[in-house]
């Protein structure tokens, strides 16, 4: 593992406040740049660019270099960490926001470094899609750029996510986001009218029920993991991604098939993920850990090899 | 195909008025042991027993028998036959019951011929469990025992229904029936805990995505079928179950491999139902389109053999 092509990855740094029924925590280690990060870097050497302020504790830096997450690119401003409060009700499917202070990331300008350029392997995490494309600006030629995105975007900053969706060779989105930005209920159909959009693959991650993928004719649909008890949802789209991207640059493989496996690789992450807050779970996991929860995967989906 | 252990199939025999964004259907031939019996006469021959007043139509009995369905259990009785009218909003989920008329179902005490007690395969279609409980009583000894209900038995004869679920082997419920059983919003747990409650493997029906399968120590998750277009999705959970057991009756194998495939057969023949109304889909199949769906769920299943 971690022999694979560097991944850039840009997107936020946060300190949380997360209350769910089974617990809480307080300026917790968090943002979409750092959890896709740390589920990227079981599998390949990660480069983050993002922003923090004077606030944000040196144990966290410690922490992401610990786990060859390569800081270059991470601007340290002056002013406060964005800052992020949230809780989930008892089903665990929706966050649902308390508050949201931007701070230092509301003038987060995302600069490339120039080793970075070159990146073959780029993650878009849910920021504004106008620096989404200044980012697509800086990198040279990337074998597979995806993108992340929300519900605020989809309202607020259509016409530029449409341009990110040209540009991008994989969009990841969550059921409602799909429904919301085609307007229609069928995932499928959703999924079909977004790759009329730009992206030759399309992610819709759903939860509990699992993720599909669509591409130009062709459809799977990954199961999930049998988890009895979720502690904290938060991150888990985050590390799917972390994990998918990770697999394939993991792997510099990007046909179909092994996005298939990167999807399932992508699941395992946020499998573990939700199983404790923050990143205490996808800090400690064990390369074989994850290795046998894939099997696991494989065991679930399983009833008939393809003849 | 129907050349499998015979199936006794119990429940309901109906004309539906149905309305969906799709179109509409009056006094169409419906009633959960008809989906159910339709579905499984494609792999075994089907014994149903069930109560029609006058007025049924005689061209819906020359429909059955064609199909290879049993009658000697299906009984008349002077009045009008079962009627159920509902619709379907945009999102096809949830059927909205604009009347139901019980009339000669009210009275209705399953008789099981003398000739049907030796049914190695049993559909306990969704009825009143104490109905449910008279057949069991009746039946000898079955090798796979099945039954499916709904929400208004869960709540107004749960004692009963409780009954029945200790002596199947396996129950079909979909995904709000188990969340509402077992008070928990985990299907997971909620597969577990009823199989707590007797049966060997519970079925969650989970809709437009998909099935999972909880046995003692196992778990499966079955994909659905990537419709673009639904346009009835009344008999989806029947035919699902008509699959299943006909599947099952054909291999005469219970083993966990083989009812992991019963559930893509059954999931196959829900998929074809609610591309038609009423059982226009149903009863035009040919073996051919069954069996390359089957393989189609292969595909969209698959990431990697198990090693």
Known sequence: MRKGEPILIVGSVALDNVKTPFGEVKDALGG?????????????PVRLVGVVGDD???????FLSSR??????????HGQTFRWSGFYEFDLNQAHTLDTQLNVFASFKPEIPEAYRDSKYVFLANIDPELQLQVLEQVRSPKLAICDTMNYWIENKRDALLQVLKRVDVAFMNDSEARQLCGIHSLVRAARQMIELGPRVVIIKKGEHGAIMV???????APC???????????????????FIGYVASTDDVSEGNL???????????SFNVQDFSLRRLSS????????RYCEFKQIAHFEDLG
Do not use: C, W
């Open 225 to 243: 993991y049998p988890l009895e008890e979720v502690k904290d949802p938060t991150g888990a789209g985050d590390s799917f991604a972390g994990g």
């Open 32 to 44: 979409a740049a750092v959890y896709s990060s740390i589920a990227a870097s079981y599998f390949a």
């Open 260 to 270: 298939r496996k990167a999807t399932i690789y992508g699941s395992t992450l946020a």
């Open 285 to 292: 996991l064990k390369p074989e850990e994850i290795a046998g």
């Open 215 to 221: 591409s130009n004719g062709t459809y799977f649909s």
């Open 68 to 77: 060859n997450v390569d800081l270059a690119g991470l601007q340290r401003m």
């Open 56 to 62: 944000f504790p040196q144990k966290h830096v410690s």
